[in-house]
């Protein structure tokens, strides 16, 4: 800053701590103060924005009894001349300095307490002068002495408004800089909210519940998780065997009760994933099986599976085709089956107006590479459209 900027920002902060007292012209205002520093240090608008955002957190402070209410002048001073700062190093955009001076203003509103019980002990000496001028008559000493006392209050804000004019811009752009993105989110967020309480947008009481709803949540979430794992634990058998001939490890550990789902019957070859289940063990779906959510209350249930297979185990897989509904065409696709030796488990056709067939037909194949093989032979028949892997379960 240049000479003349950091004393017209003095002259400002003095006004302001001076003002505290008086209350005549309310420069101590956050919007009054935060638009003078803006508008002599060339940044008018973000003054505006910044004064108009503190204001209205300074609505909620008031001295209540013996307890003081943050110190508005020094917080509207130190904040607005911080945001100056980030705003002349060059590279702080406009939003993040502003919202960098709020979260700022509330621990120095706090700190200024601070320097008000300084003066206010000083002040209690210059009472007992100011009734010592009294009991001699000497008003102009009053006078004096109650010049000093405002002008004290006035000192109190231009001191440390003129450190902070020292600081060097770069270092306050830097610091906004390399601010995370976690905290500055914060920083606006919890600003607005006290913006919000100090104008009665919200009462303290909806905040409170609010955030002790969400703590719960959090609370619940760990225990979810701490259930989940526990859950894992006793899945474990004493001896490593493999499930039903499934043929999965469960995170290496081959001795965990796992069981394919329904809804997707994975093969060996495709990409899985276990959930694990109530009571069920764990239930290994394909990785894009539309019944396995990935929300964020069901994500600590989802576990790394894998193949161990040895090749000799077999595994169910519905297939859906579609062909024309001409005589004899279910017998020629049994007996490509049966020439390359694939046991049939179920078969349900339904045919269409169209004079098609759409035959839904559960199989029994070792992975993935025989079922691409089995289709391929099956697409090769006459009046055969299509042929594909059918998931029309809902079983998890």
């Not at 405002?150 to 390399?178: H, K, W, Y």
């Not at 303290?204 to 259930?227: P, R």
């Not at 899945?235 to 043929?247: A, D, E, I, R, Y």
């Amino acid at each position: 800053m240049n000479p003349i900027t950091i004393l017209l920002i003095v002259v400002v902060a003095f006004l302001a701590g001076m003002e505290g007292i008086l209350d005549e012209f309310e420069f101590h205002q956050p919007l009054v103060a935060c638009t003078l520093i803006g508008l002599v240090s060339g940044h008018l608008t973000e003054g505006i924005m910044l004064g108009g955002s503190l204001q209205l957190m300074a609505l909620g402070w008031a001295n209540i009894g013996a307890a003081v209410a943050p110190d508005a002048s020094l917080a509207s001073v130190a904040s607005a001349i911080l945001m100056v700062l980030g705003l002349n190093g060059g590279t702080a955009d406009s939003q993040g300095a502003i919202t960098a001076a709020i979260a700022v203003a509330v621990p120095l509103s706090v700190a200024g307490l601070f320097l008000t019980m300084i003066c206010r002990t000083i002040a209690t000496g210059i009472v007992h002068i100011m009734d010592s001028a009294a009991e001699k008559a000497d008003f102009a000493a009053i006078e004096r002495w109650q010049v000093i006392g405002i002008l004290m209050q006035g000192v109190r804000i231009a001191i440390p408004a003129a450190c902070l004019c020292f600081i060097p811009s770069e270092a306050v752009t830097a610091a906004l800089d390399a601010m995370p993105a976690w905290l500055s989110g914060g920083m606006a967020v919890g600003g607005g909210m006290v913006a919000a309480v100090g104008y009665g947008g919200f009462a303290v009481n909806t905040v409170l519940i609010k955030l002790l709803e969400l703590h719960k949540k959090d609370l619940q979430k760990q225990e979810e998780k701490t259930n989940s794992l526990a859950a894992l634990e006793k899945l474990k058998t004493k001896k490593p065997v493999k499930h039903n001939g499934t043929g999965i490890l469960v995170k290496g550990e081959p001795g965990l009760l796992v069981r394919l789902a329904k809804c997707c019957s994975p093969v060996p070859g495709d990409p899985i994933i276990g959930f694990i289940t109530r009571g069920r063990g764990v239930s290994v779906h394909r990785a894009d099986c539309p019944n396995v959510t990935h929300g964020q209350n069901d994500v600590d249930r989802l576990i790394d599976v894998e193949w161990d297979y040895d090749g000799n185990e077999r595994f169910e897989v519905n297939m859906e085709i579609v062909a024309y509904d001409r005589t004899g065409i279910m017998a020629e696709i049994m007996a490509t089956l049966a020439e390359m030796k694939i046991s049939i488990l179920s078969v349900n056709a339904k045919t269409s107006d169209t004079k098609n067939v759409t035959i839904h037909m559960g199989i029994s194949i070792k992975d993935l590479a025989q079922f691409e093989f089995v289709a391929t032979k099956i697409r090769r028949l006459k009046d055969v459209y299509a042929v594909e892997r059918y998931t029309g379960g809902s079983q998890t």
